[in-house]
């Protein structure tokens, strides 16, 4: 116990060289009127990448230790499809969590960045660039804001956003929005030029699962007009940064676009004024993105911590070039169909119009290529197994077993009782055959959110030895009353069928009634006893 605890107090008080582009960018959620840190404040959070050790981070309200696991890559890869994705930018970030209200700064130092035009026009020979990125195609539109900017004139600001630096707040959608597939009711909306997706909070939101018109340091509390505003409609819910400043270039101009959320999964960056050159903006105090990324969660325990530890891996981004960004921009992302939003095993098996590997998993009643945010759900449950066109390995329901006969390759079904349980095969978790789906049971352990953390095995990995109840010193300490019992038992018996031996002699002597004479002859001897005074004549 004691070596624990001075692991982690050695952790956590140990500097940390982190850069000033990855320092302090944490961001506090307002659910309501309150602050918090996190949905899980007993869980150490940290990110994963290929080819380095993760960060540990472990979240409190007085502060938050982390352990570098390396220089990050600021131009990361824009996609990947094999779950060990390039860190985010912010994911180095160390240093004290904030405290649980909102921080007062003073106004920072005017600072000046020289606008640069692009060396070359990105719409130079098209007035629209598509893009395909796998999960949503992209088209970036030049000089057509007005048929998608909406006004917002009559909504009120609001405060919290508005007065704050560095703070989200929940928000609640009116239509289920689907972010690469997932079902999203709840928004988180930051001061940063951001929209926080996943529903598990935490305080580097601005590390994975966003959707960012334009992330960077914007502070709408330092500039007189400065405003966050949103609208929730029955089929769109929309986002508006107002005339919003960098906080570390405050001297560039007022910055105002919008972010649209619309009912069909669609996504609209809406840029009405970019004072200069996004590729300008510096990324020195907070990361600089356009685009989208989505991540999914392993849980693990860290014994020499005595913690949960929840790793976040990011397994896709959609990256919109800076150059193309500028005052009457448009950004229009559409979804494209996936995996998990295909609910029943024949839907999957034929996957029309998706793109993706497609698997139905029976045990946990789900179709994904792997990559979403049941991932750890997919692992556990043996949903990598694959039986495709075999479905004599795939379990059947009670009382049917399928056969394959030795003079063809159809197979037949009869009766369990006909055959023995050593013939019958139950070994297929995840299927791509669409003839197997109609012989299939209904799923024994179906998911419903993977946010939940998992139940892990502490000693899983060997590290720790795991409390074995003694049962065989319980053994040896019951067999050694019963014999003793059995003993006394058995020498009572013989003093009293042997009443002339030694045994029963003692026996007689110590009997109740013989016992009870001689407390009560002490007791009378000691009260009548004479008492003497004794005097001198002296």
Known sequence: MFSSVFLIACVLLTPVRVSASRAN?????????????????????????AGASARFKRQASTGAGTVDGGAINADAPTTSGNG????????????????SSVPTEPPPAVTTVKPSAPTQDPFQNADVIHDWHKYYESSILKDNINSYWVELQSTPK???LSDGHRVAVVIPLKFTFFFYGHPVSNVT??????????????????????????????DPSFAEGSSIFYKSYEDQFIVEWRD???KDQNSTGKFRFQAILKEDSSITFVYKTIPFAVSNISSEQHPVKIGLSDAYYNDTYLPAFNVKKRTIYEYHKVNVPSNTIMSGTVVVLKSLPTCNRLDSCDTCTKHLNVS??????????????????????????????????????CPLPHGVITMTTTTSNSTTRKPSSMVSSSEMKMGCNSTTDSSVCPLLPPPSHPIIDPHIPISVDRCADGTCK??????????????AVVALLASMIGWVFYAY?????????????HRPSQIKAKIKFWKNSSDSSAKYKAESEA
């Open 25 to 49: 960018v944490q961001y506090q959620i307002a659910n309501g009127n309150r602050l918090s840190l996190t949905s899980d404040a007993s869980l150490a959070i940290s990110f994963g990448k």
């Open 84 to 99: 060990n994705q390039t860190l985010p930018d912010d994911a180095n970030s160390g240093g004290a969590a904030p405290n």
């Open 158 to 160: 609001h405060q919290t």
């Open 189 to 218: 909306v930051a001061t940063g030029g951001f929209i926080y997706m996943s529903p598990f909070l935490h305080q580097w939101l601005t590390a994975t699962q966003y959707i960012a018109p334009l992330m960077a340091n914007f």
């Open 244 to 246: 919003v400043v960098l």
């Open 356 to 393: 993706f590997d497609c698997r139905w998993c029976n045990k946990i009643g789900r179709c994904s290529d792997g990559l979403d945010w049941f991932r750890q759900h997919w692992d556990i449950h043996g949903c990598r197994e694959v039986r495709s066109n075999e479905i004599k390995e």
């Open 466 to 479: 795991k409390d074995e109840f003694p049962v065989a010193v319980v053994v040896v300490v019951v067999l």
């Open 497 to 509: 069928t042997h009443p002339t031996s030694r045994s029963g002699m003692w026996l007689m002597e």
